[in-house]
């Protein structure tokens, strides 16, 4: 199987896509002289034409509401932010618009759109353009949230976020986009809604999504050395949130450890460990624990950024606290 | 010549007749609504569109079928002038099944796929972009349509309402904004809200050729609208119009007339330009109509209005289930 970066796995996924259905078209800021802010959308303006790779200005509320309408009118649009600090301007037309018109229209109008880009930190981008947004998103009905931690998933994730009839946030990583894996030649889909168990163990499960996937991933390859088997669930989908996967995964394990980007207060980890506590309370041998970015906004200052993020380390620590093991 | 001329009164007589009806209907409607109002028969907001009828009925008259209609809450008469039913109207007021959105949306959100109204939205602005993507989707498509945004003045201080200009015309798309000038945001009076006084001027700045319009003569409103579908159809321009006027009642039922943010001498002075007065003193100048025959169509209107108000009162409440459906549709991915 080739070895293709993220980056690429999207670019294959929008390029496709976009060969299928003459319908789905790009824009965004970007996205088509200077080939994507992250090359995600290179080549794509030669092949498409200006028509269907649409260089937006800077006006995130405006280009959304774009969007919408020609959503609205059956167009399939792919709106791109830079990043989703950005898309932050754009949260009425995303929130407001996207995710209600089917219900106050009572069924008449949905909504094929995806709105995309990269989310949570990167490298010392300090406090305005290193935040994790899923949590607001998920909090929306009438959206639904999917968050790609490999290549093979973010391509196959793409390809049914732009293929849904509903509104699809798709929530990438600027750390993500160079990292490689395999990728097949054939076309393939992932579902929406279903998570992945992406690593077998009965010790304890380590649940998350996104960027995070990398990290679980690290944790249990490292905790394996130690004899402690991970069970790594990947969540793929943010909303609708695959409730069944989580709750099979701690019964088996009976402890878990909840991995989020983002901040803790009312983060995702909180929805998920309430998930756990109704339908797992007599399996539990342990409290749950979230690993989480600081109750801060990101610093610049490399050891303070290290000190605020979520990593390797912070997510070891935690198996052995809910396995009550001696650091 | 004489013949032409003959034909071509007539027809202007049929138009008037239809353009008088429209109104008229929407006017006797809406009382209806505040009765009904009155006994809590509709709930929440609820935006009267009287004394603004020529505007709506201006513009959409001029409307091929194929076109489309955005707007904002205040959106009643335009539904009605578009040719939403009075019966699906009136039932998404109650709240009822059968109402056009089935009861979702009320007063503030009015959609009817099979006219092309795409509704009626809530946040002041935020329907302008949405707008502008339809008119992106019609040049996408290499269609011929236009699409109407209607909005009040005060959308114009909104940021939503610059971004969308600037792309329509940097991008050239068939959108004819129409900004209903009625001279107040809620309470706010205009000269209090924007640094210009004519609304129109501020489609200078984007390329966009604009008009003020009177919008209490519903003739004027669709001469403006001829030029601008002109140049949406023919050249894919947008236009902005800024058409002037006034609403009769309060912002929405739980504001008084007058009193408050505006005087009743004013008031008084506006309701001497009532746009169904205009018109019909028009007709009656000009032969095309009788007392009698108003009198008949005021006598077939409150039939339909009253017709609407016993379908909407039959119809049922949606049932609980009604509750979790059209969140998401059932994707047909693949
Ligand atoms: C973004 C936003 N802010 C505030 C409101 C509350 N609001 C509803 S209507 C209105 C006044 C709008 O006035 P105008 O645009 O002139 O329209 P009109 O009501 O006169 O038709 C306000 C402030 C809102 N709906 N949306
Ligand atoms: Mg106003």
């Known amino acids: ?327 | 010549m004489a013949i032409k001329k003959r034909a071509d009164s007539s027809a202007a007589k049929g138009l008037h007749t239809e353009l008088l009806h429209t109104m008229l209907l929407q006017r006797r409607f809406e009382e209806k609504v505040a009765e009904a109002y009155a006994l809590g028969k509709i709930g929440g907001f609820c935006h009267l569109y009287i004394g603004q009828e020529a505007v709506g009925t201006g513009v959409i008259s001029m409307l091929r079928d194929d076109d489309y209609v955005i707007t904002t809450y205040r959106d009643h008469g335009q539904a009605i002038a578009r040719g939403v039913t009075p019966r699906s109207v009136m039932a998404e007021l109650f709240g009822r099944v059968d109402g056009c959105s089935k009861g979702k949306g009320g007063s503030m959100h009015i959609f009817d796929r099979n006219v092309n109204f795409l509704g009626g939205h809530g946040i002041v602005g935020a329907h302008v972009p949405i707008a502008t993507g339809v008119a992106f989707a019609i040049k996408y498509r290499g269609g011929n349509q236009a699409i109407v945004c209607f909005m009040g003045e005060a959308a114009v201080n909104n940021g939503a309402f610059h971004e969308a200009l600037n792309m329509a015309g940097l991008w050239k798309l068939p959108v004819i904004y129409v900004i209903e000038n009625n001279k107040y945001g809620m309470g706010t009076a205009v000269e209090r809200a924007s640094s210009i006084k004519d609304m129109y001027k501020r489609g200078e700045t984007y390329s966009i050729t604009s008009a003020e319009v009177d919008g209490q003569d519903v003739l004027a409103v669709r001469d403006a609208m001829a030029t601008a579908l002109e140049r949406a159809r023919d050249d894919y321009q947008p236009t902005l119009l800024e058409i002037r006027t006034y609403r009769f009642m309060g912002h929405s039922m739980s504001d008084a007339v007058s009193g408050t943010y505006r005087t009743k001498a004013e008031l008084e002075e506006y309701l001497k330009r009532d746009p169904i007065n205009l018109l019909e003193a028009k007709m009656k100048t000009a032969g095309e109509i009788t007392d009698a025959q108003i009198a008949e169509m005021e006598k077939e209107i409150g039939l339909v209005v009253q017709d609407a108000w016993d379908f909407a009162d039959a119809s049922p409440e949606p049932p609980l289930e009604a509750l979790y459906e059209d969140v998401l549709v059932e994707t047909t991915s693949g």
């Open chain 1, 1 to 327: 199987m080739p070895l293709i970066t993220y980056r690429d796995a999207l670019n294959q996924a929008l390029r496709e896509e976009m060969h299928k259905d003459d319908r789905v078209f790009l824009m965004g800021e970007e996205v088509g002289v200077y080939n994507g802010a992250y090359k995600v959308s290179k080549g794509l303006l030669e092949e498409f034409g200006e028509m269907r790779v649409v260089d937006t200005p800077i006006t995130e509320l405006g280009f959304a509401g774009v969007g919408v309408g020609a959503a609205m009118v059956g167009l399939r649009p792919i709106v791109e932010f830079m990043t989703w600090n950005f898309a932050l301007l754009a949260l009425d037309q995303v929130v407001n618009a996207a995710a209600k018109m089917l219900y106050m229209s009572g069924g008449q109008f949905n909504m094929p759109i995806v709105f995309r880009g990269p989310n949570g930190a990167a490298l010392q981008l300090s406090a305005q353009h290193s935040q994790s947004w899923e949590s607001w998103l998920a909090h929306i009905p009438g959206l639904k949230v999917v968050a790609p931690g490999t290549p093979y998933d973010a391509k196959g994730l793409l390809k049914s976020a732009i293929r849904d009839d509903n509104p699809v946030i798709v929530l990438e990583g600027e750390m993500l986009y160079n990292i490689k894996g395999e990728v097949p030649d054939e076309e393939y889909l992932i579902p929406l809604g279903k998570a992945e168990l992406k690593r077998e163990g009965d010790h304890c499960s380590i649940i998350t999504s996104g960027k995070m996937v990398l990290v679980a991933m690290q944790a249990a390859d490292q905790l394996a050395k130690e004899g402690i088997k991970i069970d790594v669930v990947d969540l793929r989908t943010i909303r609708p949130m695959d409730v069944d996967a989580i709750t099979t995964s701690v019964k088996k394990t009976n402890r878990a450890v909840v991995l989020e980007e983002g901040w803790e207060i009312c983060g995702i980890g909180a929805q998920i460990v309430d998930y756990i506590q109704r339908d797992c309370f007599d399996h539990l041998d342990a409290p749950v624990i979230r690993v989480h970015q600081a109750d801060t906004p990101m610093p610049y200052a490399k050891a303070l950024e290290r000190a605020a993020k979520p990593d390797l380390p912070k997510t070891i620590a935690a198996v052995k606290k809910v396995m009550y093991i001696e650091a």
